[in-house]
Nanobody, 123 residues
Framework: VQLQASGGGLVQAGGSLRLSCAAS????????MGWFRQTPGKEREFVAA????????NYADSLKGRFAISRDNSSKTVYLQMNSLKPEDTAGYYC?????????????????WGQGTLVTVSS
């Protein structure tokens, strides 16, 4: 499985961005997909996850209401819509695929990772 994240960039506080994660290779539409973020010197942090068919989602408590995860299995793409962005949302954002299901929040439960896309929110 190969995962390619895109859509990051520079945005002002209060703005929005939509990240995309395109999958190729093994049938990624059969598995849970997630987004994580990481800043230098800190551990990778769970953002959101979505079930294989998109019927269930899971969010970090602190991001509920501002971020939304979705997927289009026909194009093998997962999205992260980020609204009302804050400077503290600045991070590298990574998409990942989990073979274990159950919308995990732990990095060890994810088996494949994309290369990350940088989001910078200016104040």
């Amino acid at each position: 499985v190969q995962l390619q994240a895109s859509g990051g960039g520079l945005v002002q506080a209060g703005g929005s961005l939509r990240l995309s994660c395109a999958a190729s290779g093994r049938t990624s539409s059969s598995y849970t997909m997630g987004w994580f973020r990481q800043t230098p010197g800190k551990e990778r942090e769970f953002v959101a996850a979505i079930s294989a068919r998109g019927s269930r989602t899971n969010y970090a408590d602190s991001l509920k209401g501002r971020f939304a995860i979705s997927r289009d299995n026909s194009s093998k793409t997962v999205y992260l819509q980020m609204n009302s962005l804050k400077p503290e949302d600045t991070a590298g954002y990574y998409c990942a695929l989990s073979l274990s299901g159950n919308l995990p929040q732990i990095t060890d439960r994810y088996n494949y990772w994309g290369q990350g896309t940088l989001v910078t929110v200016s104040s």
